[in-house]
């Protein structure tokens, strides 16, 4: 009875071991749906953040492109490109008209230079006149000063080494008065050419003073001048203000196509970010079915295990119930008769097999007590790592999103692998020994019966001789309690 209570106390506690092991995987998942939520949360944040960047973006003034929708940026881009086209179309004819004015305003200084001046016409022509002058002169100084300076930078920069390091300082002086004298001469040859025509044109206005004023005509003329010259001036701003466009145009474009790239980038690292939450989120959901399949196969092993135990501890009560009825019986009719002495010493020899039978079991409860503590210590060997690797993965939950590599991913699997082939091979080693044991018990109450039966066959053998009434009654009460049917043994 010892026995099979400790038995009993050793499938509670493997009971109590499923029992955790099942919460342990119910805390397993529970983690794993932390995680998909955990990760859903980053898709928000991440959606989050995309939305407050567009915000920000049309903040500035820029218009942001969806990055999800490459029809409405190529749209945006067609329109920036149509209203480019419209721009250089407007430039062209902008400058077209600047070509037209500067030959009507070419063709009205013609005229009114050939035509009949009046007082007030050389006022306004005068200014002009000089004006031109002035500036002609100076883009022609400008020009050859320019020119001279490149020839000069050129001749010293393709002269021999020497004479850079040690120019001849007369040839220096020479080619200097040269280009002196050569200015001079030009400015000269300018000076005379701007005097005789001024002495035209002073002759000119002094033959058109003298001739009758024409009022109407040269207002309109100064009217027509003075339009042309806001024309040029407004369409010079607006050549400004259309050059200023373009480069806006091109900085949005380009800032449109730089913006779609990099939206397109973080959207790729996103997915594969996904990919592999979702990857690792499957792979934790196989091993918890995994966990799950072999935690309901166990459970079903130590219920089956438990059954074997209750049949083979109620064939143990029953054994020694009829054998304590037998031994009752065979002192009885050992007092009436000492024919049943060869009974009672098979009887005392039954006895002495079940003790040893008895002692045997004590060995094994003793075996299955080492078993038990060997299965306890390594049920806590196995708790303290698994609490090491809770504590583990709750530091590193909230150290942040975890950053698996394929090293830690790689070693935690072969731990929980190792962990879980550890345990069931601890739980196939019991179950093979409780196994071993069941069938020593069989042997054990197969060779009982065997001697019963042979008590049984030697009680019938002298109920046939000549026996008193009350012996044979008695023989006969043991006889029948040996007919009464078996409980069947079950076997593993």
């Known amino acids: 009875m010892e026995d099979v209570d400790d038995e009993a106390i050793s499938i509670e506690l493997l009971r109590e071991d499923n029992l955790m092991l099942e919460e342990r995987i119910e805390a397993m998942s529970k983690r794993c749906t932390a995680m998909q939520q955990a990760k859903l949360e980053a898709e928000a944040r991440a959606a989050a953040l995309d939305a407050d960047l567009t915000a920000l973006r049309k903040v500035a003034g820029q218009e942001q492109v969806d990055p999800n929708s490459a029809s409405d940026w190529h749209d945006e881009r067609a329109k920036l490109l149509d209203e480019v086209q419209t721009l ?137 001048v003075s339009a042309l010259q806001d024309d040029l001036k407004r369409l010079a701003h607006e050549k400004l203000q259309l050059a200023k466009d373009m480069q806006e145009a091109q900085r949005r474009i380009q800032a449109l196509t730089m913006d779609n790239l990099q939206f397109k980038l973080e959207k790729n690292e996103l997915k594969h970010q996904v990919q592999s939450e979702v990857t690792k989120s499957a792979a934790l959901q196989d091993q918890v079915d995994d966990a799950t399949r072999q935690l309901a196969e166990a459970s079903a092993e130590a219920s089956q295990l438990h059954d074997h135990l209750v049949a083979a501890q109620t064939q143990l009560l029953a054994a020694e119930a009829e054998i304590a009825d037998l031994h009752k019986r065979l002192q009885e009719a050992t007092a009436s008769n000492s024919a049943v002495a060869a009974a009672r010493y098979d009887l005392e020899t039954t006895l002495e097999a079940a003790e040893k039978a008895r002692d045997e079991l004590a060995e094994a409860k003793g075996f299955w007590e080492d078993k038990a503590a060997k299965l306890e210590r390594v049920v806590l060997q196995y708790g303290s790592e698994i ?75 002298i109920l046939h001789a000549s026996l008193p009434d009350d012996v044979s009654v008695a023989l006969q009460g043991l006889l029948a309690s040996f007919e009464r049917p078996e409980p069947p043994t079950e076997s593993m």
Request: include cysteine.
């Open 88 to 224: 250089l179309k407007v430039k062209e004819v902008n400058e077209k008209r600047v070509g037209d004015l500067s030959k009507d305003l070419q063709r009205l200084y013609k005229r009114l230079k050939t035509a009949e001046p009046t007082t007030d016409d050389s006022e306004c022509v005068e200014p002009l006149l000089k004006d031109q002058a002035t500036w002609q002169k100076q883009q022609q100084l400008v020009q050859d000063l320019l020119r001279q300076c490149k020839e000069k930078v050129y001749a010293e920069k393709h002269a021999h080494k020497r004479r850079r390091v040690d120019p001849d300082t007369s040839e220096h002086d020479k080619s200097l008065q040269e280009v002196i004298a050569h200015f001079k001469t030009e400015t000269c040859e300018r000076n005379e050419f701007e005097k005789l025509e001024a002495q035209l044109l002073q002759e000119r206005l002094s033959e058109l003073e003298a001739e009758p004023r024409s009022e109407p005509r040269e207002q309109e003329g100064q009217a027509f």
């Open 387 to 461: 609490q090491s690797l809770k504590l583990s993965l709750a530091d590193a939950e909230a150290a942040g999103p975890p950053e698996h590599t394929p090293a830690s991913v790689a070693h935690g699997q072969s731990m929980v692998q190792q962990f879980y082939l550890r345990y069931y091979k601890a739980a196939e080693t019991s179950h093979r020994s409780l196994l071993d044991a069941t069938r020593a018990k069989d042997a054990a109450l197969a060779a009982q019966g065997a001697d019963l039966t042979h008590i049984r066959h030697v009680l019938s053998s």
